[in-house]
């Protein structure tokens, strides 16, 4: 028993280095067959809205939308829509980081938006009656504005819905 530990403890020890060894990148290591083409950026892969939205944006907002207090993500789920019953929440939803620092172009985030904004979609119920969609020229003229005290706006915003008697269930709290 004694030996056949003994001998363990020698193997590890022989084996160790090679494990430090693996962990260190060979400079001439090949791709594996098959992945040997570039990877295709984002922008240009052409996914869907619902790919696009669980490679860019479900790691935060989750893949049903329901955000997490605990990291302060605000829930879309049935709620997002209000904002475009505010003055100013239109513009807010394309200049949030998310949103416009996301890798994906002014018209991936112009279908994204309007992908989300659906009275069977994500926004559910919370979608006013009327609504413009996005397109990519809008997203391009508002996008790069940046967002300056981003709480201070989505504060206005909430305040202004409560305003208006609409229900804020973002999941934040109060
Ligand atoms: C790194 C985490 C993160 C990622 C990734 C992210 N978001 Fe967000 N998102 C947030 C947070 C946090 C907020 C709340 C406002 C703020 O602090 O930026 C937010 C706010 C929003 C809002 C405004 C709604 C509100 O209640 O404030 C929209 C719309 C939105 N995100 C959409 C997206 C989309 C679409 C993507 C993917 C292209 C995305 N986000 C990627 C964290 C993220």
């Known amino acids: 028993m004694k030996r056949t530990l003994s001998s363990l403890a020698l193997?590890?020890?022989?084996?160790s280095p090679l494990t430090q060894a693996r962990s260190i990148p060979d400079p001439h290591q090949k791709h594996a067959p098959g992945?040997?083409?570039?990877q295709t950026p984002i922008a240009q892969a052409g996914y869907s809205n619902a790919t696009n939205y669980q490679l860019a944006c479900a790691g935060c907002h989750l893949s049903n939308g329901m955000g997490s207090k605990s990291n302060d993500v605000p829930r879309m789920q049935g709620f997002v829509g209000n904002f475009l019953k505010v003055e100013g929440g239109r513009q807010f939803l394309v200049r949030v980081p998310g949103m416009s620092m996301s890798p994906l172009n002014d018209a991936q985030l112009a279908d994204m938006l309007n992908w989300l904004?659906?009275?069977d979609g994500m926004a559910g119920a919370s979608m006013p009656e009327q609504y413009t969609p996005y397109t990519g020229?809008?997203?391009?003229?508002?996008?790069?504005e940046t967002l300056l005290n981003l709480p201070g706006t989505r504060a206005k915003l909430i305040s202004a819905m409560r305003a208006q008697g609409i229900a804020v269930t973002d999941g934040m709290g109060d």
């Open 11 to 15: 193997l590890c020890l022989l084996a």
């Open 35 to 38: 992945n040997e083409a570039p």
């Open 117 to 119: 904004l659906r009275k």
């Open 137 to 144: 020229e809008e997203v391009a003229s508002i996008r790069h």
